[in-house]
């Protein structure tokens, strides 16, 4: 079992910065991949980064490139997500996720294990 716990996401101001945390528990030896998803109220849930757990593949959507970074501590099983030059349309629960497989890491169903989501406002 898999158990994933998101941190970090709170109100901030447009143009300022977060950093979200997922750490990761349990049986993580057959996680090949993290992602973080967002869900902006209502909408539908949509990818926002995903990475590699050696490190070696990264992704983003077009909506967050060069403002956000993925990245990972494999020593303490925690994979972040750094938000700089935040916009309104920001504003959603953002969660992390785990995938088990080998491909198809912009595609939410590629994704096993997920966390609780942590809610990010971003204020003008």
């Known amino acids: 079992q898999v158990q994933m716990v998101e941190s970090g996401g709170r109100l901030a101001q447009v143009g300022g910065s ?8 349990g049986r993580t030896l057959g996680i090949y991949a993290m992602a973080w998803f967002r869900q902006a109220p209502g909408k539908e849930r949509e ?9 070696s593949n990264d992704d ?3 909506s967050v490139k060069g403002r956000f970074t993925i990245s990972r501590d494999n020593g303490k099983n925690t994979v972040y997500l ?5 916009i309104p349309e920001d504003t959603a629960v953002y969660y992390c996720a785990g995938s088990p497989y080998a491909s198809g890491y912009s595609e939410a169903k590629s994704y096993m294990y997920w966390g609780q989501g942590t809610p990010v406002t971003v204020s003008s």
């Open 60 to 62: 983003y959507a077009d």
């Open 47 to 55: 990818f926002v980064a995903s990475l590699t757990w050696s490190g």
């Open 82 to 86: 750094q938000m700089n030059s935040l």
């Open 18 to 25: 977060l950093r979200l945390s997922c750490a990761t528990f």
